[in-house]
């Protein structure tokens, strides 16, 4: 028996138990049982909910302020928070969220505008007795690894292995917030109930003048800080170049020291970050952060 029988099956059979009495007049019986249910949670549902409310607060405290990405409508200025990577990585580390039966694939196709590749990643996600099914996906034209000043790059300029953490990454934080029903969370519940959101992220143009340089500002916690030098092949200099890496694995480069020790000082604090950064083909390179400016000490 195929799959596909198998199923057809078990839905006829299902019909088959639904299928209501004669006498029901083409409504399903109740019973004196599924009633007493019904009546229960007719008394009880408003407690349920403040208790659910209660427990998903709870869980969400164990974010930070820079795990959180809050979005706004430009039409409606509706805003929603969204966690992030790191938060759901820590609510899932602590309430013991597994996956299992991982399945990797990479498409590669070609178009008018050359080739391009997208990794995808599902796997199952369960919590005590629930497992669902969840994916996650990053392709090489993806904004933050495609492209730089609204151009696309060359694919031999992206970075593969950063595309694929963050396929996989996506398909954990799909599991954490469709688990424990995260999605599309009001900021404005969340600060009620002691939810900071004071650092949390969005990508938003700083105003007029810097939108024509193609200048955007950030929120982000700081994962990590690299270091990288070299030698200018035209001037025989030395280089220090500074990678400041956020908690979702995008990096921003400077060769500003101060930057660099500023970054590592949010890092041990624990504190957010504001990043002001412009794109060329080289990736994000920093402008300012928190206010420190990357010109004059490299």
Known sequence: MTDQTKELAAIEALETEIEPLPESG????????????IY????????????????????????????????ESKESGVKKAELGFAGANRIGATLGISYKNWEVKKTTQRDDAGEWYLWEFTCDASFRNTEIRVYGRAGSRDKFFGKAHGVAKQI?????????????RAAKKEGVRDLLGLHHL????????????????????????????????????????LVKTGTNKSTGKPW???????????????????????????????????IDYARDQWGLNIASFNGVTSGGDQ
């Open 26 to 37: 083409g409504i399903i019986a109740t019973t004196k049982s599924s009633a007493e249910d």
């Open 156 to 168: 031999h300029e992206i970075k593969e292995d950063d595309i694929k953490v963050a396929a996989m």
């Open 40 to 71: 229960w949670l007719a008394d009880n549902i408003e407690k349920i909910i403040a208790s659910q409310n209660k427990i998903r607060t709870a869980i969400l405290k164990l974010a930070q302020p820079g795990d959180w990405i809050v979005f």
């Open 186 to 225: 009001d900021p404005d519940f969340l600060e009620k109930n002691g939810i900071v959101l004071s650092g949390a992220g969005g990508h938003t143009f700083k105003g007029k003048e810097t939108t024509a340089a193609g200048t955007e500002s950030v929120n982000v916690a700081i994962e990590q800080v």
């Open 240 to 274: 220090t170049k500074y990678t400041v890496v956020d908690v979702e694995g995008v990096g921003y480069s400077t060769f500003s020291k101060t930057i660099a020790e500023e970054a590592k000082k949010a890092k041990e604090n624990k504190t957010p970050a504001k």
